[in-house]
């Protein structure tokens, strides 16, 4: 298939995950139609979406961020893994549509005050939190995760022709000992697999970056290097490009 899309590059900005750096961004023309199914071939080759718009890193000295996918049917949990997936079975998973509910917002804005304070998320208005999760044309849900009544996760999930693309989790603080975040992409691996899909995108993965480090803990996965996806095996040093 072959199509032509006008992208668009930001000025340089701070970069928000490596301190000292700028970043930019190439971003789809904001006034061009956008599809599920545009963010399916865009996410083949290392595109993201953030609210309405299309994104991926374009930063001409810094190749930092990249673009990494789990293989589901060919995952499997490492022991700490497999010790989360357990202690987590007694949680339900409702799927939600991703209209706006008051219960969602109050554990989002509890989550970013608690992770992470002063950042740019903190404070979050539930229109900043809308147009962050949401997106009029993406196909988005929202999958809660329960106990008992108690809501203890969300994570925020498109749904692709062939993935999943976890866009967001966050979960209640005081629950810190589940491992939610983990639990979370474990559940999406699974999730994924079950809808006979063949991937899970878990977004950026940053090396230098304390906070992303957890990604690269998924394996087998993939990394989009140079223009091509590179498998990463089961075993560190082990990898292959295709």
Known sequence: MSFRLPLFVTPAHECGYL???SARSAFVDPSAPKSPELLSILSRHGFRRSGAHIYRPECPQCRACVA???PVREFRRRR???RTWRHNQD???????DRFREEHY????RYISERHPGGNMDGATPGDYRSFLGGAWSETVFFEFR????LLAIAVSDRLSDALSAVYTFYDPDFE????????ILWQIEAAKHAGHEWL???????????????????????YIDGAWTRFGATPGEMRTS
């Not at 109050?106 to 804005?109: E, G, I, M, S």
């Not at 995108?201 to 990394?223: A, N, T």
Request: net charge positive; with cysteine.
């Open 147 to 150: 106990l008992g009544p108690h």
């Open 106 to 109: 109050r554990l989002y804005r």
């Open 201 to 223: 995108y878990l977004g950026y993965w940053i090396e230098e970056c304390r906070k992303m480090r957890y990604k690269e803990d998924f394996r087998p996965h993939e990394r």
């Open 68 to 70: 990494l996918r789990v």
């Open 19 to 21: 301190p000292e750096r």
């Open 80 to 82: 700490c893994q497999r």
């Open 177 to 184: 000992g589940r491992s939610l975040g983990t639990y979370c």
């Open 91 to 97: 949680l339900r998973v409702v799927e939600c549509d």
